[in-house]
């Protein structure tokens, strides 16, 4: 009886043949067959369908960060990245300062645009300027008035929180309020403030044509009351936080004759 390592070797010799047999009888085969095999040793779909499923999944043993972990990191990693431009890039722009020059002290036109940090934003096309009317070069002191009518519901009394003013600056800019003009139709920045100041412009030819002042027309200041109203401020809203008396009753209403005569 042959002895179990014989068997072993005889068997592996077989194997090795048959290998060496189907091997060269592959390089010489056709294209075709080439092809095939190749074809025929790629994953279908099926197969990476089944190593995919849910079921066969791993369970999670706590050898990895978590969704809000994953969150943190890439914070973390934005960060060194505005780290990096801010000691890589920001150097290099030292060669683009200006000095800061000053307006001169006969301009008090101010122009306002949001800018977003360089994200896109439809707000970053809107632009807004504001100017006292005070400063307007008027031709004759009745052309204001005249400009208050045509201007509406754009002046106002009060100086817009976000003109950029200084209190000192308003003690003498404020005497016949503000006009706010802005513009958001436009696709740029540039044609918005271009049509605020060509709007301006006309406002200021028109007031000062002196074929008629309109001067017998009252200026309406609905939509100053309409604020004040619903922002509860103003003079309207403090008459309202408590009930009439009759010490609210106006004096000039009384008459100026005694009771007794009046019967009599």
Not at 230 to 245: E, I
């Amino acid at each position: 009886m042959a002895s179990l390592s014989a068997v072993l070797r005889r068997a592996n010799g077989q194997l090795a043949r048959t290998s060496i047999s189907s091997s060269s009888a592959w390089v010489a085969g056709s294209s075709v067959q080439r092809r095939s095999f190749r074809s025929n040793d790629l994953p279908t779909f099926k197969s990476l369908q089944d190593e995919f499923e849910l079921e066969d999944i791993e369970e999670y043993a706590g050898d990895d960060a978590t969704g809000l972990g994953h969150l943190i990191l890439r914070q973390q990693r934005e960060y060194l990245n505005l780290f990096r431009k801010i000691e890589l890039e920001v150097p290099q722009l030292k060669a683009f300062r200006q000095p800061f020059v000053p307006p001169p002290s006969d301009k008090y036109l101010t122009q306002r645009q949001l800018w977003y940090g360089g994200e896109q934003h439809p707000a970053e096309k809107k632009a807004v300027i504001v100017v006292p009317v005070s400063k307007l070069p008027f031709a004759q002191p009745s052309a204001i008035h005249k400009f208050k009518l045509i201007a509406g519901t754009r002046w106002t009394r009060d100086c817009p929180k976000d003109a950029g003013f200084s209190s000192q600056e308003l003690e003498s800019l404020g005497e016949h309020g503000f006009v706010k003009i802005s513009c958001e139709d436009m696709t740029e920045h540039g044609l918005n403030l271009k049509w605020c100041s060509d709007v301006l412009d006309r406002m200021v030819t028109e007031s000062n044509d002196a074929t008629d002042s309109f001067s017998d027309i009252p200026i309406d200041d609905r939509h100053i009351r309409s604020r004040d109203r619903k922002q509860r401020t103003g003079k309207l809203h403090a008459r309202r936080a408590k009930r009439p008396t009759l010490g609210d009753f106006p004096k000039e209403w009384l008459p100026k004759e005694s009771p007794s005569s009046v019967v009599a």
